[in-house]
């Protein structure tokens, strides 16, 4: 017998003892009856459910189950698949995106059919500098959108941008409203959202739960699941207990060792595949030492990063060849690697004419897993004479000196769509020098990234940025410590659960066991 | 009631003061809403303008002094993280948080006095060690701990209550769910006035009126409950008004622990989000809280010590 059932057993006989069955809450015979819903954590509340403003996880895991986009990551993976619309072309000049809509799709509460206007709409309402859309410049490309027919949309860009697709309308700024809708909530919206995918905002009660109910109109059939109910638990040791006691199905952790004791306890699917992360340190490059390349390669020889994998991460995350993971279009393994080796790294160092090492510092936020990694990169450093100051900082305050450059290392945890267009322009293209992410200062692959961009085809694509991982190994902008794994626990009897890659939970896709 | 509105007119001051120090404070503190709002990826233009959108590129004093100004004719503003007026969360979260402390101070109460009285009527025995002993592990246990202890005990173990505080639907559920943060948060007031019960009670039993209700050969439970005890009680009641700004404090804690939707928690997140207004909203219910009990533990003085009455 397992610790549930007879935690379950042992509440019952108690409360008929003690002649107290409505106090302890046995689940009645009613409510017994009703479907089960599945329950999901979150780690922190939701703040917004409009789609041009979502900026947190867990809104976007509440409105990844609301919404649809005209193209979607297939779930589980990084492979785009159709959407809203059933197909598309492109033009051959990469400049003119022609999607057709499927004409099966209601919007939820009866707000009428899917249609072009509402694309249009929806994506002019980011160009709207009133709307205050956080996505706004993810369509500086696009010229102009317009519904050629009723089931038709045209974009047009200003010159050619291969990630248009599985960058801009397949993440966060894709998703497409009801104008209808928007227009009748105005303020209260955020009570009233309105989509066309597999689930129904049905109530929000803050600090307590979002509950959704399965669309029965869902254009493909209604989900198994009846209702959502989305619990936000910031603590993962709170979550941890609600698993426990049955009070949670299915919840993502930050702390291995929360997660190595639900795994070990038998009762729950445990999964902890790699995913988009990388935990890494960007150098600052316009501070000596840090402008000597030779620096820079004895700092990379001189992190024992097999360690803290088998350590920080109990054998759970792998050691990185480079910044993207193998989950990123374009990934290669075939770089230059700077294995653990602290006497080549003093050799260098003493070749660079700092053989007696140097001081300096790493700024990190202190969310994990950075507080238990930064001690150890702090020993690994002195070994080969580096004096690590450590400078450990709540969210929020972290942000100020990272975006006034004032740091010489800087600790990052990243997680960006699949395209790797984004996350390469964010952190390593010149225009997102501080405040932006390009902690760095790293210029050397501007070109690369925008030939990619104009790329059409694929392979050669893939082989740019092949090229510029390469590039990358060589100048070392940034020592990346590893990759880190994304770690799901849920309970044995639901089926069909994929992992999250970019945030959206699919739970059109997940049933109860019989 | 002239006396009663002097008062009243008495505290504005002191709620100035809280407002303008957590005000000062919370902007002191590294980091704002706009960069923790818009991520990292945010485009300078984008954080430019909505820190103008939020006025946060004021003056602090202009921004201060809007503040005040709106506050005046009631209105709290609205959060930079959910677009909403403050008041309105507040108002939602509040009878959560209420309900907890008011849970808490009770069971503190049942607790603590009659541990409190034992440990002194029963002084050096048994009793008297098991309680002091226990109450001083009690006062030094981290809430957090203790909440999450409780939980694994009587939530994992037994399936008595549920780990979540939130998403009750009845009042019965509401209470069900109530029972495990109370009685968390409870615990460690609970040891505090059991210590103070019991050095009171000692004090009281040595004193010379005490002997004499002996000597007329009062029984003892008369003696201690409505000789003693009623002189007792001033110092318990100080400390318990005292105790309601660290059981606020303390409410912060547990309602993470236990997912309890209260002010607490609203704190936390708008703590972390900076969230300015919301910060000040609560910051300001919670310094309000302070001041009206202990401006009611003054009134309780004046009915158990009829000397002070007039003080």
């Known amino acids: ?514 | 009631m002239k006396y009663f509105f002097q008062i009243v007119l008495s505290l504005i001051p002191t709620i100035l003061g809280a407002i303008t120090i957590v005000f000062l404070v919370i902007h002191f503190v590294p980091g704002d809403p706009v960069s923790v709002m818009l991520g990292e990826f945010a485009a300078p233009e984008a954080e430019a303008q909505l820190r103008s959108d939020l006025g946060l590129d004021r003056p602090l004093i202009v921004q201060f002094g809007d503040y005040l100004l709106h506050l005046a004719s009631g209105d709290l503003g609205r959060s930079i993280r959910l677009g909403t007026p403050v008041i309105e969360q507040i108002i939602d979260r509040l009878p959560y948080t209420i309900a907890l402390t008011t849970f808490a101070s009770a069971i503190s109460l049942m607790v603590g006095m009659p541990l409190g009285i034992i440990a002194a009527v029963r002084r050096k025995t048994a009793a008297d060690y098991v309680t002091r002993s226990v109450a001083l592990i009690a006062v030094s246990m981290p809430t957090f701990w203790l909440g999450l202890l409780m939980i694994l005990l009587f939530s994992i173990q037994l399936g008595w209550f549920p780990v979540l505080g939130s998403s009750a639907s009845t009042v019965g559920e509401f209470l069900h769910r109530a029972v495990l943060p109370s009685a968390a948060l409870g615990t460690v007031m609970a040891a505090l006035i059991a210590r103070v019960t019991r050095a009171s009670m000692l004090e009281v039993l040595n004193q010379d009126y005490v002997r004499t209700a002996r000597a007329k050969g009062l029984q003892e439970s008369i003696v201690h409950y409505r000789h003693a005890l009623k002189n007792a009680l001033l110092p318990i009641i100080t400390i318990v008004g005292l105790n309601v700004g660290q059981l606020l404090g303390g409410a912060v804690i547990t309602e993470s622990v236990f997912s309890w939707p209260g002010l607490g928690k609203l704190f936390i997140d708008s703590m972390y989000a900076r969230d300015y207004p919301m910060i000040q909203g609560v910051a300001l219910f919670f310094a309000i809280g302070v001041i009206t009990v202990n401006l009611v533990t003054d009134l309780i003085y004046g009915i158990v010590n009829p000397v002070m009455r007039h003080g």
């Open chain 1, 1 to 514: 017998m397992n610790a549930l059932t007879e935690a379950r057993i042992n509440r019952r006989s108690l409360a008929l003892m003690a002649g107290m069955a409505p106090l302890v809450g046995v689940p009645s015979v009613a409510r017994a009856q009703e479907p089960r819903p599945l329950r999901v954590r979150m780690s922190a509340d939701i703040s917004q459910l409009d789609p041009i403003l979502i900026f947190d996880p867990s809104s976007h895991y509440v409105a990844g189950s609301i919404y649809s986009r005209l193209v979607r990551y297939r779930p589980g993976t990084t492979e785009i698949q159709p959407d809203l619309a059933s197909d598309w072309e492109v033009s051959d000049d990469g400049m003119t995106y022609t999607f057709h809509l499927r004409e099966d799709v209601q919007w939820h509460k009866g707000y009428g059919q899917v249609t072009a206007n509402d694309v249009k709409f929806s994506v002019e309402r980011h160009l709207n500098p009133e709307n205050a859309s956080l996505f706004a410049a993810y369509f500086d490309v696009m010229e102009s959108v317009e519904a050629v027919d009723d089931f038709t949309v045209r974009f047009r860009l200003r010159q050619p941008f291969a990630p248009f697709v599985g960058s801009t309308l397949a993440f966060r700024s894709g998703w497409i409203v009801s104008q209808q809708a928007i227009e009748d909530a105005g303020e209260d919206y955020l009570q009233n959202p309105i989509g066309s995918g597999p689930y129904v905002f049905e109530s929000w009660a803050p600090g307590q739960n979002v509950t959704l109910l399965a669309n029965e109109e869902y254009f493909e059939g209604a989900p198994e699941i009846q209702q959502l109910v989305f619990v936000p638990i910031p603590e993962d040791s709170a979550a941890e207990l609600a698993m426990l006691s049955g009070e949670i199905d299915l919840s993502y952790f930050n702390l291995v060792e929360v997660f190595q004791r639900l795994e070990s306890s038998g009762e729950f699917v445990a999964e902890s595949p790699i995913g988009l992360g990388v935990h890494g340190m960007m150098i600052n490059l316009t501070r000596p030492p840090f402008d000597d390349l030779l620096v820079r390669q004895a700092m990379a020889h001189a992190i024992d990063q097999e360690g803290i994998v088998a350590t920080v991460w109990q054998g759970l995350a792998e050691v990185p060849t480079g910044f993207l993971t193998p989950q990123y279009l374009g990934y290669t393994d075939d770089v230059q690697t700077y294995p653990y080796d602290p006497e080549r790294a003093m050799e260098l160092l003493a070749e660079a004419g700092h053989g007696e090492g140097f001081e300096t510092s790493l700024l990190y936020a202190s969310s994990p897993p950075w507080p238990q990694m930064a001690p150890i990169i702090q020993a690994n450093f002195q070994q080969v004479g580096i004096q690590l100051e450590l400078q450990q900082l709540e969210f929020a305050a972290y942000q100020v000196p990272r975006r006034e450059g004032n740091y010489d290392l800087i600790a990052i945890s990243t997680s960006r769509p699949a395209d790797p267009d984004l996350i390469l322009t964010e952190y390593f293209h010149s225009r997102s020098f501080p405040p932006g992410v390009n902690n760095s200062y790293y210029d050397q692959i501007d070109e690369l990234i925008e030939e990619a961009r104009l790329e059409q085809d694929t392979e050669a694509r893939e082989a740019i940025y092949a090229q510029i991982q390469q590039r990358m190994a060589e100048d070392i902008p940034g020592l990346w410590v590893d990759w880190n794994p994304i770690l799901m626990v849920h309970n044995p009897d639901i089926v069909g659960h994929a992992i999250v890659m970019n945030y959206d939970l699919n739970p059109q896709t997940m049933r109860f066991a019989e």
